[in-house]
C-alpha cells in the first residue's frame, strides 16, 4: 500500500519561510518523479515544482523560480520544498505526487497523492 504523508504546513508571515516534507512507503521511491502541487480555494490545482528520480532534474512554476526549491534524499524516501519569501498568493493546501514520468505537467497523470497540508500566508 502506497503512502505519501506531507508535514511542515503552517501559517506564516509573508516575507516568511516553510519547510515541507513528503515522506513516503510502500513504493520503490527511487525510481519515482516527485512533484509538489498546490490548489487555493476557487482555483485549479496547480504544479508548484518536480524533481526526477535522481534529484538532477527539477522543475519550477514562473512564480516560485527562486524562492522555492524542492529536493529529495533516496536513503529516507523523501521530498522536500523549501520555501522562503512567502507570498500570500502562496495560500494553498499542497500536496505531493509520484509518478513515473518527469515532467508530467497534468495532475491526472500522477499515480500517487498524498492527503495535503495547509499553508496559509498572512500579510
Known amino acids: 500500500q502506497v503512502q505519501l504523508v506531507e508535514s511542515g504546513g503552517g501559517l506564516v508571515q509573508a516575507g516568511g519561510s516553510l519547510r515541507l516534507s513528503c515522506a513516503a512507503s510502500?513504493?520503490?521511491?527511487?525510481?519515482?518523479?516527485m512533484a509538489w502541487f498546490r490548489q487555493a480555494p476557487g482555483k485549479e490545482r496547480e504544479l508548484v515544482a518536480a524533481?526526477?528520480?535522481?534529484?538532477?532534474?527539477?522543475y519550477y512554476l514562473d512564480s516560485v523560480k527562486g524562492r522555492f526549491t524542492i529536493s529529495r534524499d533516496n536513503a529516507k524516501n523523501t521530498v522536500y520544498l523549501q520555501m522562503n519569501s512567502l507570498k500570500p498568493d502562496d495560500t494553498a493546501v499542497y500536496y505531493c505526487a509520484a509518478d513515473t514520468k518527469f515532467v508530467e505537467r497534468n495532475q491526472y497523470g500522477y499515480d500517487f497523492w498524498g492527503q495535503g497540508t495547509q499553508v496559509t500566508v498572512s500579510s
Open positions: 524533481i526526477s528520480p535522481s534529484g538532477r532534474l527539477t
Open positions: 510502500g513504493l520503490t521511491f527511487s525510481s519515482y518523479a
